[in-house]
Every structure is written in structure tokens, then in C-alpha cells.
């Protein structure tokens, strides 16, 4: 069974530029979350997704968007890149994302902004 | 709101046992996990616990749940220098509708030879 496949796993982009991250969840799971990585802040939660809708989101700004496709894959964007948007981001996936899930990541894709 | 803590550092022997500790704060988590990020990787799952559980066996890993204390730990026994790397501790989705993870600062484990 393939786990969680993010890509690009490596990209580097300008400020100002934008961005679009791509998800694949596990077969079969349904509910997709993203996280940002940064040695400052850590691990926060972005947003996470199921049957196409947003059902929670983060504390980010509104450049950070995402959806999610009828086949479960997600996409995260981010607009206007600054530098701080500088991080790994890693794409989550569980079965419906309730409280009995349990939660796998992807390898991540690092996000440069020069 | 949520809040996990972990110590920053941990350095251990080969051959020792290693014990990264946690507390967190929301008492409606159903799962708490244990998660292994090696340099330039992701997280991988390692184990996870069911809040109504004391101890879980997984081969070398431990854990145990304190649920009292709101305090989690995980024992890696006969600890190899391929166990080295940030261990991150995270409480899962709960009762109250949240369905993120939060995650402590994560527990770097440096085995020595």
C-alpha cells in the first residue's frame, strides 16, 4: 500500500511568486491535513480537508489556501511569497480525520524563497 | 488552548534505553502519537496510544500514558545510533471537534557509539 505522496520534494521560488503543493493520501483515506515546518515555530496545522471541503483551519494568513480533489488528492497554495514562507511542508492523511484515525505524513516538500 | 511539551535533548549509549517524556494539556485527545523525523525527511508514525490505555508494546518501543498527570513517554530499548533523530511527541484529535495534531517542540536523541 503506497503511503502519502507529496510533490515537489524540493523547490525554490522568489518572493512575490506563488506557489502550489500537491498531496496524494493514502488509498482509501479521505481526510487530508496540511502542517508547516519551521525550526522558529514548529510544526502548526494549516488546514485539513475531507470530501472536498475545508473543515478546520490554521492561524495563517489568507495567501495560504488549499483544496481538495472528488479522488482525495489536495493541493495547497500560497500566494505572494515572502521569505518567512521559507519551510517544510508536510500533507497528512487519515482515514475521515476524526478522533479514532490514525495520522501518516509524507516525506514533505521544502520550500525555498530567495 | 492545546499545548504539548517535550525536553529539547536527550543523549544516550548504545545499548542503553532511551526516555523521551511529554505533557499536553487537552484531556479529550483519543490518540497521542509518537512520531520519528530524520534529517531532510518527514514523520514517520512510530506508535501511538489509546487514551484509555497505561502502556503500549510495540518490540523496542514503550509507551506510557500517565492520563492523570497528562503525561506521556516513550522507551526505546537497546538504543541504536540508526535511533537517532528528533522524536516528536503529538496530541490527536479529540471530543471537542478539533482535528489537528499538536505537536510539542520535538526531543533530539543523539546515540552515541
Known amino acids: 500500500k503506497a503511503g502519502v505522496t507529496q510533490t515537489p520534494r524540493y523547490l525554490i521560488k522568489t518572493r512575490g511568486q506563488q506557489v502550489t503543493l500537491s498531496c496524494s493520501p493514502i488509498s482509501g483515506h479521505r481526510s487530508v491535513s496540511w502542517y508547516q515546518q519551521t525550526p522558529g515555530q514548529g510544526l502548526q496545522f494549516l488546514f485539513e480537508?475531507?470530501?472536498?471541503?475545508?473543515?478546520n483551519k490554521g492561524n495563517f494568513p489568507g495567501r495560504f489556501s488549499g483544496r481538495q480533489f472528488s479522488n482525495s488528492r489536495s493541493e495547497m497554495n500560497v500566494s505572494t511569497l515572502e521569505l518567512g514562507d521559507s519551510a517544510l511542508y508536510l500533507c497528512?492523511?487519515?482515514?475521515?480525520?476524526?478522533?479514532?484515525?490514525?495520522?501518516?505524513f509524507g516525506e514533505g516538500s521544502w520550500l525555498t524563497v530567495v | 488552548g492545546e499545548d504539548v511539551e517535550q525536553s529539547l535533548f536527550l543523549s544516550v549509549r548504545e545499548g542503553d534505553s532511551s526516555v523521551i517524556n511529554c505533557t499536553y494539556t487537552?484531556?479529550?485527545?483519543?490518540?497521542l502519537y509518537w512520531y520519528k523525523q530524520e534529517p531532510g525527511a518527514g514523520l514517520q508514525l512510530l506508535t501511538y496510544?489509546?487514551?484509555?490505555?497505561d502502556m503500549k508494546q510495540d518490540q523496542r518501543l514503550t509507551v506510557l500514558l500517565n492520563k492523570k498527570d497528562k503525561h506521556l513517554s516513550l522507551r526505546i530499548a537497546d538504543t541504536q545510533t540508526g535511533d537517532s533523530a528528533i522524536y516528536f511527541c503529538?496530541?490527536?484529535?479529540?471530543?471537542?471537534?478539533?482535528?489537528?495534531?499538536?505537536f510539542g517542540s520535538g526531543t533530539r536523541l543523539q546515540v552515541q557509539p
Open positions: 487537552d484531556s479529550s485527545s483519543t490518540y
Open positions: 497528512a492523511s487519515s482515514l475521515d480525520g476524526g478522533s479514532g484515525n490514525t495520522i501518516y
Open positions: 496510544i489509546f487514551s484509555n490505555m
Open positions: 503529538a496530541d490527536g484529535p479529540g471530543d471537542t471537534g478539533r482535528r489537528a495534531l499538536t
Open positions: 480537508y475531507f470530501s472536498e471541503t475545508q473543515r
